[in-house]
């Protein structure tokens, strides 16, 4: 079975500084990771996703996730925090085969301070 | 921006009323999906469907039912809404080429509140 984990719920930056959200995952063979920003009142906006091949992967907004098998990882990273970057992350991932039911992570809180 | 469709936006309404959440897209999308997240939470899928005619329950069970009649078009409805239905409801859609590889595009949501 699938699932994520997003151990912090609330991250907290100082802008102009890098920022890290922290995903962990679980799959049965290799994982479909993606990662979604949700604003208020708003739907999930897609940022990026690893499929296969090099494990750092370049998303909108100046976003990159790593991939790392060994750890089990996708955290989310920008070199220098904005203020409009402020919002709710999700991680999620999914499996090769069967349904593409994306299995979400409980959300991370970024709040990026002036 | 993606272009699928949810309304309303905002519904309140009292207990015992059938309600009918409207979600549309435009891109041609075979699958779509509808979750439920409380306000910051987690989504939980709740129907997905791979085309016309097709629909599944998905993990988290749901008195809502869905339908799929036309491609575009994946309406949820609540014969009779109670509180407990009372929470956001997102749309989703996602292209069928690729597999499992193509991201979900979501709809704005609707946020319900049952009386």
């Known amino acids: 079975a699938q699932s994520v984990a997003q151990p912090e719920d609330q991250v907290n930056v100082a802008e102009g500084n890098p920022l890290t959200v922290k995903c962990t995952y679980s799959?049965?063979?290799?994982?479909?990771l993606f990662w979604y920003v949700q604003y208020p009142n708003r739907g999930l906006q897609f940022l990026l996703k690893?499929?296969?091949?090099?494990?750092l992967v370049k998303g909108s907004y100046g976003f990159e996730a790593e991939f790392n098998k060994s750890q089990t990882s996708f955290h989310l990273k920008k070199p220098s925090a904005l203020v409009s970057d402020s919002a709710l992350y999700f991680c999620?991932?999914?499996?090769?085969?069967?349904?593409?039911?994306?299995?979400f992570g409980t959300g991370t809180r970024l709040t990026v301070i002036p | 921006e993606a272009d699928i469709y949810q309304t309303p936006r905002y519904l309140v309404i009292g207990t015992g009323k059938k309600i009918t959440l409207e979600c549309s897209q435009t891109?041609?999308?075979?699958?779509m999906y509808w979750y439920q997240q409380d306000p910051g939470m987690e989504l939980h899928l709740i129907h997905y469907?791979?085309?016309?005619?097709?629909?599944e329950k998905g993990d988290l069970s749901s008195e809502s039912t869905v339908s799929r009649i036309r491609t575009e078009h994946f309406p949820l409805t609540l014969e009779s809404a109670r509180p407990s239905h009372t929470s956001q409801y997102l749309c989703?859609?996602?292209?069928?080429?690729?597999?499992?590889?193509?991201?979900?595009?979501f709809g704005d949501g609707t946020r319900l509140s049952i009386l």
């Open positions: 989703a859609s996602s292209d069928n080429g690729g597999g499992t590889t193509q991201p979900q595009h």
């Open positions: 799959v049965s063979g290799n994982p479909y």
């Open positions: 690893y499929i296969t091949g090099d494990n």
């Open positions: 999620a991932v999914t499996a090769p085969t069967g349904a593409n039911n994306l299995f």
């Open positions: 891109m041609g999308h075979d699958k």
């Open positions: 469907s791979y085309g016309v005619n097709s629909t």
